[in-house]
């Protein structure tokens, strides 16, 4: 036998988009052929599925998918504490995939047919696995007396077995022929192929960007490098308040995050993580930064930028630079939305203008019998008594946020902040979980107008109970 890999996802991959492994055997053609693929959380023997796969039509290659299965293995991680870096072990999964086969094995025999002690025995081509009393079914060509459904009398090791067929029913003992188990058992054979290591992140790029999507340029090790994050590298603009936190691919690497900005000041916080991948705070009032030169804060009354980017030495850099640009506009609110974009990162959009609060009461109730009393000979009730009563009474609240003028690349941007399943409003004080209302978003485009503002209305995820 032999397997062949044909396709396999590369080792770094979204857990989201399609992650198919193909192979090819040389025994396809056997009858009830079955690809065996399983799964095992990488490095244990800890099984998370097992798929057995008819070859496809034309070509008899085994193809699956294990974008369903992977992705149900990945979620998030959001620590709004975190000002530096922490390890990301819930936005990752590391697998391996193990190949086998199974198939119904017939057993040819071309070695001329004896007579042991009146019975027919058979010298098959190949070792043979049957044992005294298995049911086999012999096809015997022009011996058509002993084609069929016979009983294993004896064997001679795994050389050659005596069935129950009377040897006066041969008529050409030097006819070929095949032996098969009567119940159609399959040799089953796993782990002839493995892709091992491999890992998926918390990530779904888009249909048509897929196909050219390479791990390679993700990988922090040259200053091309990009970070796991949708995010433009330019062109966005943040207040001094707004927070944004990015997972690097950086495999294990040590280093630094280096911040510079507009006042020629620059700083950087160590980045000691070694695992695959590091969730790296890229933007917060409270980043944990150390002086390298020029003096403190970050942010200025006057500050016009900064950038930011990774290094594992001193030069040069191993990751590109994202600059931000500082909105010092004066904000009513100091809202923002933190959300999950694309590639498993945490965007932020800030919403400093007005906003509305509205609340909704949500509540169950059902129409009782007054019991009332009777008072002299006649069944009156107490005007104060309820039919309809209120048993369940939760408030939901929404809020609808504007946003400040924002360029291009926020606007394309900000569609991922609507399509996100995983939202977070600062209000000021604290995170909320919440969902955003909005099912439809407009991708406008500078030809069309300058400057945007952006609407949203989002409703906080948990109710508030009520007494009742």
């Not at 308040?241 to 280096?258: I, P």
């Not at 409003?425 to 030809?447: H, I, P, S, W």
Request: hydrophobic share 35%.
């Amino acid at each position: 036998m032999a397997m062949t890999l044909i396709a396999a996802p590369q080792d770094f991959t979204p857990a989201y988009n399609p992650c198919k492994f193909i192979f090819d055997s040389t025994n396809k053609n056997l009858e009830g052929f079955r690809y065996i693929f399983d799964v095992y959380e990488s490095g244990t023997a800890n099984k998370i599925a097992e798929y057995r796969v008819l070859p496809t039509f034309g070509t008899g290659y085994g193809e699956v998918d294990l974008s369903k299965l992977l992705s149900s293995k990945v979620s998030i991680d959001f620590d709004p504490t975190n000002y530096s870096e922490i390890d990301t072990p819930n936005t990752r999964y590391k697998y391996d995939v193990e190949v086998g086969e199974e198939y119904i094995v017939t057993y040819s025999y071309t070695a001329s047919l004896v007579n042991n002690g009146g019975n027919v025995k058979i010298t098959p081509t190949t070792a043979h696995t049957f044992q005294v009393g298995d049911q086999v079914v012999v096809d015997a060509g022009t011996n058509t007396l002993i084609t069929g459904l016979w009983t294993v009398l004896a064997i001679t090791g795994t050389t050659d077995f005596t069935i129950s067929a009377l040897w006066s029913n041969v008529t050409d003992a030097t006819e070929n022929g095949t032996v098969t188990y009567a119940d159609k058992r399959k040799t089953v054979t796993r782990d002839i192929e493995d892709e091992l290591n491999k890992y998926v992140f918390n990530g779904a790029l888009p249909w048509a960007q897929f196909n050219g999507y390479d791990f390679n340029q993700y990988l922090l090790d040259d200053d091309r490098a990009l970070f796991l994050t949708s995010f433009p590298t330019s062109g966005i603009t943040i207040t001094p308040t707004q927070e944004v936190w990015f997972n690097g691919f950086n495999n294990s690497v040590t280093g630094r995050m280096v911040f510079a900005n507009s006042n020629g000041d620059s700083f950087y916080y160590d980045v000691n993580n070694t695992e695959i991948t590091t969730q790296l705070c890229v933007a917060s009032p409270q980043l944990n930064l150390t002086v390298l030169s020029g003096t403190a804060p970050l942010i200025k009354a006057d500050t016009t930028y900064y950038e930011v980017y990774f290094i594992d030495a001193s030069a040069p850099t191993d990751s590109t630079t994202y600059t931000f640009t500082i909105d010092q506009r004066c904000t009513i609110n100091d809202f923002h939305l933190v959300f999950l974009d694309r590639m498993g990162s945490w965007g932020s959009f800030a919403f400093q203008l007005r906003y509305t609060e509205n609340g909704t009461a949500v509540k169950q109730s059902f129409n009782k019998v007054v019991e009332g009393y009777v008072s002299g000979t006649e069944w009156i009730y107490a005007n104060t008594e309820a039919g309809l009563t209120t048993y369940s009474s939760t408030v939901d609240k929404m809020y609808t946020l504007n946003t400040n003028w924002m360029t291009e690349e926020m606007a394309i941007y900000f569609q991922e902040l609507i399509t996100s399943p995983s939202v977070y409003f600062y209000n000021g004080t604290e995170y909320l979980a919440c969902q955003v209302m909005d099912n439809t978003f407009e991708v406008e485009k500078k030809r069309n107008k300058n400057l945007f503002k952006k609407t949203v209305t989002i409703k906080l995820a948990n109710q508030d109970k009520v007494n009742i």
